[in-house]
């Protein structure tokens, strides 16, 4: 995957046929790549007005409705503060480079909007997610034990936006 060729698209922010098409794949990927328990409820979740889910496909030359599903993130937004909930790059696009793409674009989109941190929660046992947030200058804020479930803490990693 040439990840020049990549396009961030908030289902917010184009025809509901199509986010809904989009909304479906990121289903189906989230079934497949998450244990039942660590699944996102997209369909509760995202009616909260404040609730985004944005779509990197390969763009290629040709139709974006025909542009295959790289991957996906979940973040709600409240006023100066983006909670992130979610990211996934599918299984074979993983080291390439895309989630630090990805989130390198998220935040420069919110601190854009007037947003002046990303915070994020996540499983201290998951080191790749741990180091890619870590690569983009998240710092680990709190430690909460047994967060996600007996044995399994939970991380906060806080990035503050710059607002230039």
């Known amino acids: 995957m ?3 060729h990549l396009c961030f698209l908030d289902t917010a922010d ?10 479906a794949n990121v289903k189906r990927v989230e079934k497949k790549t998450f244990p039942a328990i660590e699944a996102f409820n997209f369909d509760t979740e995202l009616k909260k007005h404040n609730t985004h889910l ?3 496909l390969n763009a290629k030359p040709g139709p974006k409705e025909d542009a295959p599903l790289i991957a996906y993130l979940v973040y709600a937004r409240t006023k100066k503060t983006a909670l992130l909930h979610k990211i996934c790059v599918l ?17 420069l989109e919110l601190a ?5 941190n990303v915070q994020l929660w996540v499983d201290q046992s998951r ?6 947030y870590a690569s983009l200058g998240f710092e680990q804020a709190d430690r909460v034990v047994d ?5 399994r803490s939970g991380l906060k990693m806080v990035f503050h936006l710059r607002n230039d």
């Open 127 to 132: 080191e790749p997610a741990r180091a890619l």
């Open 54 to 56: 944005v779509c990197a």
């Open 91 to 107: 299984q074979q696009h993983r080291e390439q480079g895309i989630g630090k793409q990805m989130m390198a674009w998220l935040q």
């Open 14 to 23: 184009i025809n509901r046929g199509y986010a809904e098409k989009l909304l």
């Open 147 to 151: 967060y996600y479930a007996p044995s």
């Open 2 to 4: 040439d990840i020049q």
């Open 112 to 116: 854009n909007r007037g947003c002046q």
